[in-house]
Structure formats: structure tokens, C-alpha cells
């Protein structure tokens, strides 16, 4: 596990490693680049879940499932939100069901975590999770960067969850069109890197007014550019941090 500066959760957690490129949310992909460095500083679990294209790091598609990583948590007694997988996708169809269980074995036993578990295969989440226990601390999500991915919702939606949230992250278009009905969180966030595309104020603006109408918590986490900081994360002159509030259900926290 390692602190981290994603301003919406407060440390990450890898028990799997690699992923797979899926839709156009993933060309810049932070953690292909993390995956190459890590691979090139002789990091064994990064080793060959990458390869060069194009000038840049790409995923190869491959995963690999950390067991040395799986009771980090367990050492870790002061409470934190942890997001789970930043390096791959737990929900990746190579990553086994059995493994998916030792992982929601090692959550039920850290209660005083908060565990966020963010996936662009919402389906398999979908059919995974009503054979795992409902876990007050394990949050669920799927990230949606256009109105062509939207359909992630009606996966995300029925999935049996104590807190169901969206990543609208990176941004690359209008999602005016999205239902919020059924969750309780959105992110979003502007691409940042070195061929980060450019996101348009009308389009966070079009989310927080959903968020505001559906009674969904807005995080707007930065605008996004060369460097994640360059552009700030203040909308409207100020910073909106709000998360689902878990003593009072499903209720906005102050912003």
C-alpha cells in the first residue's frame, strides 16, 4: 500500500498488477507509464505488462496477481480510504473469481477501512457481486468518460453496493445525458499528462447540476493538463470536495 496525491482517496492498494486497453478513457493511462518506470527500476511484479507503441508505454493485456500485497491492509490500523487497484482493474476478466474473493476476505476484516473499487468492466462486477458479502466499507464504481460509455451506469446500478459511484474521469466529452438514479458519488476529472486532451467547463458544469438535481455528491477532483496540478480543481471560485456520508446514509457531506 502507498499514500497517495489522488485527492479523493488517501492511500492505494495493489494486489493486482496489469491491465488492458479498453475504450479511449485509456490511451494515457497514468498507470502504463508507472508500469513501465516501475518495470525499468527492476520491480518484479511489473515485469513484461507493458510494451512500447507509438513513442509511449502501452498495457500488454496482461495481469498478475499479487499475493504478497493481499494482508497490507491488515497492518494498517488508522482508518483511510483505500483506493483498490490503482495499477489494473480488479474486475479484469484474466484476474480469477477466487482471487476477487481473497481480496473481499481481506476488506471484511478491516472494517475501520474504506475501501473504493473503481472498474471500466462494470458487467463482471455486476455478476461477480451478488456472490460476495455487502461490505458497509467497500465502495463500488465505474468510470465513464463520454456519452458512448454511459451504459456503464445500467451495469453499475443494480450492482449490490453500500456506496455506488462513477468516475467521470478522464473527461473527453459531454455526459449530459447521464442517469444518476441509483448512486450516491461522482468524481470528475480532466486528463493531465503529456497528451492530456482538453475538457470543456460546460461539461463539468452540465455534472454538477446532475448531481445537484440527483442528490449525488460532486467531487471535482482538477481541470487537468501537462502536470495533474497545472489547472487547479476549483469550479465556480471554489473547491468541491463532498463524499457520501456513511453515518447518515447516502447524504451529502459539507463541500
Not at 66 to 79: I, T, Y
Not at 81 to 103: G, K, Q
Amino acid at each position: 500500500m502507498a499514500q497517495t496525491s489522488i485527492e479523493w482517496t488517501d492511500a492505494t492498494w495493489n494486489p493486482v498488477a496489469g491491465c488492458a486497453i479498453v475504450s479511449p478513457g485509456c490511451s494515457n493511462c497514468y498507470a502504463m507509464r508507472m508500469a513501465a518506470r516501475l518495470e525499468a527500476m527492476g520491480q518484479p511484479k511489473y515485469q513484461g505488462l507493458t510494451r512500447r507503441s507509438g513513442g509511449r508505454a502501452v498495457w500488454e493485456g496482461k495481469v498478475r496477481c499479487d499475493e504478497s500485497s493481499l494482508e497490507v491492509p491488515l497492518r494498517w490500523l488508522k482508518p483511510r480510504r483505500i483506493f483498490v487497484n490503482s495499477m489494473s482493474d480488479l474486475f479484469h476478466p484474466e484476474v480469477p473469481e477466487e482471487f476477487v474473493v481473497r481480496v473481499w476476505s481481506i476488506m471484511s476484516e478491516c472494517p475501520q477501512h474504506t475501501f473504493q473499487i473503481l472498474t471500466k468492466r462494470p458487467e463482471r462486477m455486476r455478476t461477480l457481486a451478488p456472490n460476495l458479502p455487502l461490505l458497509p466499507n467497500v465502495w463500488l464504481g465505474t468510470s465513464v468518460e463520454s456519452a458512448d460509455y454511459l451504459f456503464r451506469l445500467d451495469e453499475l446500478r443494480p450492482t449490490p453496493a453500500a456506496v455506488r459511484f462513477v468516475s467521470f474521469e478522464p473527461l473527453l466529452g459531454s455526459v449530459a445525458a447521464a442517469n444518476l438514479r441509483g448512486l450516491h458519488w461522482a468524481i470528475v476529472g480532466g486528463e493531465s499528462g503529456p497528451r492530456a486532451r482538453p475538457m470543456s467547463q460546460t461539461w463539468v458544469e452540465e455534472i454538477e447540476q446532475l448531481c445537484r438535481a440527483a442528490g449525488v455528491a460532486f467531487f471535482f477532483k482538477q481541470w487537468g493538463g501537462a502536470r495533474p496540478k497545472s489547472g487547479g480543481r476549483k469550479l465556480y471560485g471554489h473547491e468541491w470536495s463532498q463524499f457520501p456520508e456513511p453515518s447518515a446514509p447516502y447524504a451529502l457531506a459539507t463541500r
